[in-house]
Nanobody, 119 residues
Framework: QVQLVESGGGLVQHGGSLRLSCSAS????????MNWYRQAPGKERELVAD????????HYVDSVKGRFTISRDDANNMMYLQMHSLKPEDTAVYYC????????????WGQGTQVTVSS
């Protein structure tokens, strides 16, 4: 069965760092485009970071540029989000998302992991 499982969230002080992990199973990982989303209470879910095209290019929402780094390890079916200089406004549930490179109506979501940044 297809699964996306996030981990690594928690409580961190402002200015601190966390690394989120997404473990994928049940599909050929390299054939799927991977994305990180987040959703804060009372706000819409937003795309935080993703990969563009087939060459490994990356994209970030303006609010996290220079602080977050997205990466993937296809050999181990893993995706990561390294977060530095965390701010209270980064507090949200972070979600792993996968969409098939060729059949783009196929997509999967993880259950989310909570990130809380204290002031």
């Amino acid at each position: 069965q297809v699964q996306l499982v996030e981990s690594g969230g928690g409580l961190v002080q402002h200015g601190g760092s966390l690394r989120l992990s997404c473990s994928a199973s049940g599909f050929t990982f390299s054939r799927w485009k991977m994305n990180w989303y987040r959703q804060a209470p009372g706000k819409e879910r937003e795309l935080v970071a993703d990969f563009v095209g087939f060459g490994g290019g990356t994209h970030y929402v303006d609010s996290v540029k220079g602080r977050f780094t997205i990466s993937r390890d296809d050999a181990n079916n893993m995706m990561y989000l390294q977060m530095h200089s965390l701010k209270p406004e980064d507090t949200a549930v972070y979600y792993c998302h996968a969409v098939n490179r060729y059949t783009t109506t196929w997509e999967f979501w993880g259950q989310g992991t909570q990130v809380t940044v204290s002031s």
